[in-house]
């Protein structure tokens, strides 16, 4: 398991060895789980209880309050927002209909929906071996620059394209798998249809290739994922 605990030491250890700041910040109390609009189960709870937010240029990882929570970026209900790119990208929890936390996923407008990680845990624990791992191979020599670039492009792995399915041609389509079903049923012929479930990390659905501006819509009972015009 990867605790807050653990993670909180992971970047303190790395504050001693970048001339920055990874500026962590403190937990979320159980009252302020308690305000929050999205279920919190017991891991989130432990992790982001230690845990609220740290930063490795050129990105802040604002986990616990994420000032632009409540913007409207067309993602689907219930999701957790855990940073920007400051152009139109969001990363973000997904969350189960019965409150389970799952991927990782980004939304950005020139590259459709992207898996970062399995979960939460694993998405943190990548992104701290990546700034651990960039103290040895890239260095300082020439400033913070070069290694907050490798950063940045190390973030985005390379993974498969997934396969993209018009609604209509799911639509009454006999043997469709009944999660994909349920979700075809309540969005329109135009919608592309993408199925995450089990995507390997850098995967990504490139909804944006067909549609120019589209929201999302999710299934219940797992991660596929609706493109609406």
Do not use: C
């Amino acid at each position: 398991m990867i605790s807050g605990d653990a993670l909180v030491k992971r970047l303190r250890v790395l504050a001693a060895r970048v001339p920055f700041d990874p500026a962590v910040q403190p937990g979320a109390t159980a009252a302020d789980f308690d305000r929050w609009p999205v279920p919190v189960p017991a891991e989130a709870r432990e992790l982001l209880g230690r845990l609220g937010g740290f930063a490795v240029p050129p990105v802040e990882f604002v986990l616990t309050g994420h000032p632009r929570q409540g913007g409207d970026y067309g993602l689907p209900q219930p999701h957790w927002l855990v940073t920007d790119d400051g152009g139109g990208g969001v990363t973000w929890v997904d969350i189960e209909a019965d409150g389970r936390w799952g991927q990782v996923l980004m939304q950005y407008r020139e590259g459709g929906l992207y898996v970062e990680a399995d979960s939460l845990p694993k998405w943190l624990d990548r992104l701290i071996g990546t700034a651990e791992e960039l103290v040895d191979e890239t260095g300082f020599e020439d400033g913070v620059q070069p290694y907050a670039d490798d950063f940045w492009d190390l973030l985005q792995l390379d993974g498969p394209e997934l396969p993209l399915h018009p609604a209509a041609e799911l639509r009454g389509r006999p043997g469709t798998d009944p999660v994909v079903a349920g979700l075809v049923a309540r969005v329109p012929d135009e919608a592309l249809i993408a199925d995450f479930r089990g995507a390997l990390p850098g995967s990504r659905a490139r909804f944006d290739r067909t549609l120019r501006r589209y929201r999302l819509d999710r299934a219940v009972g797992g991660p596929v994922f609706a493109a609406v015009p």
